[in-house]
């Protein structure tokens, strides 16, 4: 941590005041958000280097394969991004990897890096057991970090088992994608709450009874239906069932892509929901949670207007609420109600140790945060930083 207590040094010298007393200035900490997320990268780039060379990436005990092209010119906010999952599941390696060889050449885009993973294994559910989301937030991390993506650019498509893999990859790593694209897959037992702010579109052929995958795609695209006439801020869908079509569609589905790419992800969008599947997760869009408060079954719904947080709904045990100067005031104090009253308003200090902390945690340069307030009950607190 040499460079925190350097950066410190260099901040006292410039402000003449102590930074812990008073915090740091907006400017302050946009310049320190810069310097911390490059010395990250650097420190992830020799990790990045060796899955680029070798073309295998490894969680554990799992190893997956990737294969990659890259499209167009790289435009002046970043490349995109399309992660591709192939189908196949519940069969022999040879089966699969035949699957995944297929799955490289269904999906051209003008612009952006494909990658196309190999599944690390042959089960049924393959794409949603709970080591791929370790594997695709790497993948994600080290396209930003060596091709230059846009972390707001990064898509999730599949087809037949792989969609499988987006209906449950994409509600439980909703913040991680811009859009996502399901073809032919069979949702299972799918949150569409947390696709709140995801665009998400479903392909499916009207005779694809295997498994019910029709009538269920259907179901979960009356659910959204339903969801928006609640919330017309949120859930964002396309739907397109093709009649005539049983499990092939004949490439009708690739208008996903043109789709897709109409939309950017929102980091800090104005409203949250998040309920914790049975693969939890540490973290959706600026709420995160601590590893003893991330159990099945944990829902939050945090909304915010202007400097008002608005707690609607919250089982964790204890939820962090994360902040920057991008979606609210810091030079301004900050309310949080519950229930309609009022349990904490004061002005936030941003902090280096929240900055390099949510650095550390989020890694993505799109997610800096330098303020942090915790929900444990009905009681707000300041994090000890």
């Not at 810069?34 to 490894?58: D, F, H, N, T, Y």
């Not at 003893?292 to 939820?319: C, M, P, R």
């Amino acid at each position: 941590m040499k460079h925190n207590i350097l950066w410190i040094g260099i901040l006292l010298i410039m402000t003449g005041t102590s930074v812990a007393q008073k915090g740091l200035s907006r400017k302050e900490a946009e310049a320190l958000s810069v310097k911390e997320w490059a010395l990250e990268k650097q420190r992830l780039l020799p990790s990045a280097q060796k899955v680029w060379a070798e073309g295998v990436i490894a969680f554990n005990k799992y190893t997956m394969p990737i294969a990659y092209r890259v499209f167009g010119e790289k435009p002046a906010d970043g490349r995109s991004l399309y992660i591709s999952l192939h189908g196949g599941g519940n069969a022999p390696a040879a089966v699969n990897h035949q699957q995944w060889e297929n799955q490289r050449t269904l999906y051209n885009i003008p612009e952006g890096l494909v990658i196309v993973p190999l599944a690390p294994t042959n089960t049924w559910n393959l794409w949603h057991e709970d080591h791929i989301d370790n594997l695709l937030d790497s993948l994600i991390r080290y396209g930003v970090i060596l091709e230059d993506v846009n972390p707001n650019k990064v898509y999730i498509l599949g087809y037949s088992a792989g969609g499988d893999g987006v209906f449950q990859l994409g509600p439980r790593m909703a913040d991680r994608w811009a859009a996502a694209s399901m073809m032919a897959g069979h949702p299972g037992d799918a949150n569409a709450l947390n696709l709140r702010n995801l665009p998400f579109s479903i392909y499916m052929g009207g005779r694809d009874t295997a498994y019910h995958r029709n009538t269920l795609a259907v179901s979960f695209n009356q659910k959204l239906d339903s969801l928006q006439r609640l919330d017309p801020k949120g859930f964002v869908h396309d739907f397109h069932l093709y009649a005539d079509k049983a499990h092939w569609m004949d490439r009708r589905d690739t208008i996903a892509i043109p789709w897709m790419s109409s939309f950017k992800r929102n980091p800090f969008p104005e409203r949250v929901i998040w309920v914790e599947d049975d693969r939890v997760q540490h973290r959706s869009y600026w709420l995160s949670a601590p590893a003893s408060a991330q159990i099945k079954g944990s829902a939050a719904d945090v909304s915010i207007k202007g400097n008002e947080i608005y707690i609607n709904k919250n089982t964790f045990s204890e939820l962090y609420l994360n902040l920057n100067d991008q979606f609210l005031d810091l030079d301004k104090p900050v309310s949080v109600r519950i229930g309609g009253r009022v349990v904490f308003r004061k002005k936030l200090k941003r902090s280096l140790a929240t900055i390099s902390s949510t650095i550390r945690e989020y890694q993505d340069p799109s997610m800096v945060f330098s303020a942090k307030l915790i929900l444990a009950g009905n009681q707000v607190r300041l994090a000890n930083f």
